[in-house]
């Protein structure tokens, strides 16, 4: 599924207006007065920017009760809490992943992500339910989106037996990336987990996405183990840390562990949650890390805020990091953007020549005005394909 | 200018379908099926929400970018750096504050809002320019919004002589509130600076809302000078702290201050900021505190971000609070509508009979979907005139 396309006088990255040619999905050209070849559809730039497709980098698809009837929160304080009540209710709630995933993953391309990482949840007792959900979006909906599937314990891995065995039914079925969460908190066995998860990746040459919401030093701790493991088992580039919280503890303790997250290449996803210690994105660019970002759940059992859009994420990531000048609003905009291709790998990224024809056509003066206006009038184009046009997309959500 | 209107099955507060009658600008019935008088407009509410009309209880007016070319903003990262930042470019960038006032208000009515507290610049570059550009527009754009002035000392009040007199100035044109500013970090002369504010309430007779980022326990000390002032004074119910970054540094040392807040009818205005230690909204509100909330600058030299949205505002209460359930996430609904009416001291307000008919209609299925889904289809009705509509507002900007 790809397209030919020329767009007209449009700002890549808020630089000098141009000409795109996109011939194949692929962008062939990008300069002044371009003469449209035969039969290529023209599409007026109007003068707006173009910034590369968002990358949502770290969603749940299966767990979004979007389009489903007011679901009224009542749930407890504990993490736990929150984990019980939705294996408890998903069936309850009618939360069928393969419906949830694709209602989300419309309302994703339209706000112009064109690249997610999706978690999904791998328990006793819901099985595959998930993995098969959301593989059945990702191939119906591969002309708005590429998904990568990061199979998840979210229930634990070792504290409900049966999970691992799971885990592994997982990534045989086609999840890309091997999921955890944290081995301190929640499965009270660091190393037990950690080689679980780790093991995994070694089993089927996958990477790892863990997700860490310990806080302060006992989240350094099993952040240190991850460490540890990256480097015995060669995992440098490989492994992300989705939250890590605990790198917002105290300067005097976090300031170790960077360089030997560089030097490992271990990437951290930060949703610059506003209640929480988070990491200092610009500390970890600085550093040379990749850093990526995400939704993470968007109106589910665990709370109900949540849109999809990250070019809203890019403001949160500069309202959490206190980025005022326009060079660093910019860093937000580049995590959710450049820096979560970066996590995902995806090769033939980018508004250059050569790449793949994913981007984004927004009004704005600036970069910096295009995250804080946020405009729902976007122009969203996959593979070279118009697939969604103000707040309208090309697929119709079930 | 009042108006008469029957609103027809309109859901208040998320309650039950209801008709509104408006007559002469105020709320006159509420009930089932009401017969429409005659001569009085219809509006079909269509079965969705109403809520009062949004309180902006912290805003800064006059300085506002909005509309103007884009600022490239490369401010230092102190505090003084964007106060002097500020001050020596608003005459080279036109920051009129007549013009920017007049935007804004257009806009934060459209977004909801019907009352306004602004503070507005006194310094001894500008006098009282902002002061007379905000009456400009508190008088020509009556018909949309209430304003409220706070004659503040942005640039300090002791350590650039002239200013204390240019605040008696302000007072004396109209200025219904004293505004003050930390008293350490920018006058560091806590005594002095408290005394002329508080000096300033007790000449006119008017209250108190003072700026008050100081952090930790320096601001715990500024914050402990303010109640014991306020005692001695006699002015209880007529302090509001905005800001007040301190009550949110360690419960130990903040614990013992709310009772005395509480029991001198202290209010605390937060904008719940995400990149900095902040008042606890629910600990707050259950010690019976008065709670308001505000938009702050919205896109000036400060900073970028803001759209003077108060149903905005009150997710980012939630998303700094972690509220999630349902009965939370409408804590910062209250915040930004009831809060601010009380904290203003509005008496006519809410969505009862007799009171003045500033509300707004969006749609919806409960107050919290409300505030995560920020519908842009909004009916904002001021003084019962409806003054904006989708987006759109009765009055032009200039």
Known sequence: MTASLLIRNVRPNAGPALDILIENGRISRMAKDIAAP??????????????????????????????????????????????????????????????????????????????????????????????????????????????????????????????????????????????????????????????????????????????????????????????????????????????????????????????????????????APARNTAPAVKKLLDAGIRVCSGSDGIRDTWGPYGNADMVERAMFIGLRNNFRRDDEVELGLHVCTTGGAQVMEIADYGLAEGKSADLVIMPGQSLTDIVVTRSPKRRVIKRGKIVARDGVSVRTAP
């Open 38 to 271: 035969a039969g290529v559809a023209v599409e007026d730039g109007r003068g707006e920017i173009a910034i590369p497709g968002l990358v949502e980098a770290h969603a749940h698809l299966d767990k979004s009760l979007w389009g489903l009837p007011w679901y009224v929160n009542e749930v407890g304080p504990k993490l736990l809490d929150k984990i019980d009540n939705e294996r408890m209710n998903k069936r309850r709630l009618d939360l069928d992943p393969a419906r949830q995933s694709a209602r989300q993953t419309v309302q994703s391309s339209m706000m112009g992500s064109t690249h997610t990482r999706s978690h999904v949840d791998v328990d006793t007792d819901h099985g595959l339910w998930g993995v098969e959900g959301i593989m059945k979006t990702r191939d119906e909906y591969a002309d708005i989106m590429d998904i990568e599937l990061v199979a998840f314990p979210q229930s634990g891995l070792l504290r409900r037996p049966g999970t691992l065995e799971l885990m592994h039914e997982a990534m045989k079925a086609g999840c890309e990336i091997v999921g955890g969460l944290d081995p301190c908190a929640i499965d009270r066995d660091p190393k037990g987990h950690l080689d679980a998860v780790f093991g995994l990746c070694q089993t089927y040459g996958r990477p790892l996405d863990i997700h860490l919401h310990e806080p302060g030093e006992m989240g350094l701790f099993s952040l240190d183990l991850i460490i540890e493991r990256t480097r015995a088992l060669g995992m440098k580039g490989k492994v992300t840390v989705s939250h890590a919280f605990c790198l917002g503890t105290a300067p005097e303790l976090v300031e170790p562990v960077i360089p030997q997250l560089a030097a490992l290449d271990i990437a951290i996803m930060t949703t």
